[in-house]
């Protein structure tokens, strides 16, 4: 009979403190260094806490000597107080057991050492995520996405769920993917919009964070054919209510991360070049940066953040663009070069205010006294937009007719319309892209860093 598998541990890395000196424990984990000096030999082990520092000797020795790195191992030994420099404790070894054996070669170095291309990450993400940077991303998204949910309830806004399968299109546009429904033309949501405006008849506030697919072909660094989007609807409050809501969330989730994920967060913001530096020099250089890039003045220490998220109207834009040599009309858009020319007169966070009416969908209302104006507002940071939101157009009738000016059917609309006839309050709301966000907060350059498994026009798999 086969003995059974101990895999079972009693400590992780994070956890060895001076309590547990002189005690046996058991730690798990991947094999990353082996240094072996003849007679003895330390193995740095690491869990998703952090790293340990193993110390073998005699039989054990030749028995790590035979083991891969990157392999998955269980360890066994007493906690003692380590003379390196760098390294508090470490465990003497009188246990190895072989958990997972790993097959060389990797196809890329999950330490982080060797660089490798996105696409080759992503590839392997899995083994990716052993990259403490890599896995400091996706647990700083963990927790920005709790940091939201708790702050949206404290504002009293329920979480709802609409469907991700629907049969017309959200906002018009050809920008979807359509499927076969049991026979039926079918479309993935490219956003919620129609149904949060829906649920303020009765929930009055309602937030979603989901999945949403829009089948643009786009190859760049912002772009997704499927992302993250929080986005939020709420009855008697106006476009500039909600403009103070999504102000105070990004304050909020800048704050939670400084003070919660302080470690996590300094080590997205370090050189790329040296991504698992831990001198002291290289994290106030990565907290500076960040400081300087959110625009938080430096003598806030990691207490809650004095940021100052600028306004400028539409019309300021095209006047501050026009100084900069761009030739722009009323009505027209804001490419990529203009909007980073913006970023660059209005440092961090940004909001650009009542846009032409023509540029915006058929649901945003109008300016009272400027039927050319929109009461709506995009969040930018630098020439990235993070949020779209406004006031919506809740009488039925002008809704119809904006539906029919921007040349689509009313017929396709029918569900949609129908609730406006029960009393529909005026109400505001907005779109924020998360993964966009997590860009930001985490440094990263390309949006696929900040995406377990990102989907975009080249890329179905894994």
Known sequence: MSEKLNMTRSHLADCITNDLVDRVISVAGWIEDIRDIGKLGFVSIRDFTGIMQIIVAGDLLGQIRMIPRQSCVLIEGKVQRSKAKNVDFEIKANKISLLSKANHPLPIDP????????DKRIDSRALDLRDPRVSAIFRLRSSALQTIRDFLR??????????????????????????DYFGKNAYLAQSPQLYKEQLTVGLERVFEIGPYFRAEKSHTVRHLAEFTSVDVEAAFLDYTDVMAIVADLIKRVIHDLMKLCNADLKMTWQKISEPHAESNRNRDEAVHKMKEMFGISNDTGLEPPELKIEQ??????????????????????????????????????????????????????????????????????????????????????????????????PSGFEDHLKAFQWGMPPH???????????????????????????????????
Not at 111 to 118: A, C, L, M, W
Not at 157 to 173: A, D, N, R
């Open 111 to 118: 330490t982080g050492r060797v660089e490798s291309s996105t």
């Open 154 to 179: 404290s504002k009293r806004f329920t979480e709802v769920t609409t469907p991700k399968i629907i049969g017309t299109s959200t906002e018009g546009g050809a920008n979807l993917f359509r499927c």
């Open 312 to 409: 400028i109207t539409y019309e300021t834009a095209l006047d501050e663009l026009r100084g900069q040599g761009e030739s722009l009309s009323f009505g027209d858009d804001l490419s990529d070069t203009s909007l980073r020319k913006l970023g660059d007169l209005h440092k961090g966070f940004y909001f650009i205010t009542d846009w032409p009416m023509r540029l915006k969908p058929f649901y945003i209302h109008e300016k009272e006294g400027n039927q050319e104006l929109s009461c709506s507002f995009d969040l930018q940071f630098g020439y990235l937009e993070l949020v779209s939101g406004g006031r919506r157009q809740h009488d039925p009738d002008k809704l119809k007719n904006k539906i029919i000016e921007q040349g689509l059917d």
């Open 428 to 462: 505001s709301g907005w779109g924020l892209g998360f993964d966009r966000l997590m860009m930001v907060l985490t440094n990263s350059q390309n949006v696929r860093d900040v995406v377990l498994y990102p989907r975009d026009a080249d890329r179905l798999r894994p």
